[in-house]
């Protein structure tokens, strides 16, 4: 079956400090790719998100590169602030005829200090 | 845009009562919607996933009596746990996603405590 797996936290982190969180899959086929965050007592925001390999999203300073040869898709940012703590998960979907369903990894909590 | 309405945000019920949550998409067509649980400090579980005007799909494990899923409006579903207990006590999510996407829009999830 299909699986994703992220380094496990808590990641702490000094401000400005460079972030890199470790996301690998297991699929069978082509999944697209997805980071969703979610703060303290809170639903899940999507982050960013790659459809297919050598994608890279980005947005608000973290980035993603779909990178098939590895099976993965590693979160980073160059320089993090304390408003980033937050738990950050990794997901994959493999489409409408899997159900657009999808498959999370357990979560990384980043706790980023002045 | 895309923006997913859940509520309540909190909810606390006294043990064998029935609790309703709400799940709207504000700005389009939730062609499905899913349903999570999610427990302290754990990922999300998907309890169910539901399309419009269709019964639910429940994953293994999760009792179609106890959680009560319906989506009668491409813009609203709705979970009922009924008779609840204290181990039903959890944050629960929903997500919606419109006809085409590949994309699941959360809503900020309903905390319940069962008394």
């Known amino acids: 079956g299909n699986s994703v797996t992220q380094m496990e936290g808590p990641v702490t982190l000094s401000e400005e400090a460079f972030l890199t969180i470790n996301c690998t899959y297991t699929a069978t086929g082509y999944p697209s790719l997805f980071w969703y965050v979610q703060y303290p007592g809170e639903g899940l925001q999507l982050l960013l998100k790659?459809?297919?390999?050598?994608d890279k999203g980005s947005n608000k300073g973290f980035e993603a590169t779909y990178r098939k040869e590895t099976t993965s898709f590693h979160l980073e940012k160059g320089s993090v602030q304390v408003s980033d703590s937050a738990v950050y998960f990794c997901?994959?979907?493999?489409?409408?005829?899997?159900?657009?369903?999808?498959?999370f990894g357990g979560g990384t909590r980043l706790m980023v200090k002045p | 845009g895309a923006v997913v309405s859940q509520h309540p945000s909190r909810v606390i019920c006294k043990s064998g009562t029935s609790v309703k949550i709400e799940c709207r998409s504000l700005d389009f067509q939730a062609t499905t919607m899913f349903w999570y649980r999610q427990f302290p400090k754990q990922s999300l579980m998907l309890m169910a996933t539901?399309?419009?005007?269709?019964?639910?799909?429940?994953e293994q494990g999760v009792e179609k009596d106890k959680f009560l899923i319906n989506h009668a409006s491409l813009t609203l579903s709705t979970l009922t746990v009924t008779s609840a207990h204290p181990e039903d006590s959890s944050f629960y999510i929903c997500?919606?996603?419109?006809?085409?996407?590949?994309?699941?829009?959360f809503g900020a999830g309903t905390r319940l405590s069962v008394l």
């Open positions: 539901s399309n419009e005007g269709s019964k639910a799909t429940y």
């Open positions: 997901a994959l979907n493999m489409g409408p005829n899997a159900g657009n369903m999808l498959t």
């Open positions: 790659a459809t297919k390999a050598d």
């Open positions: 997500s919606a996603s419109h006809l085409g996407s590949n994309i699941q829009y």
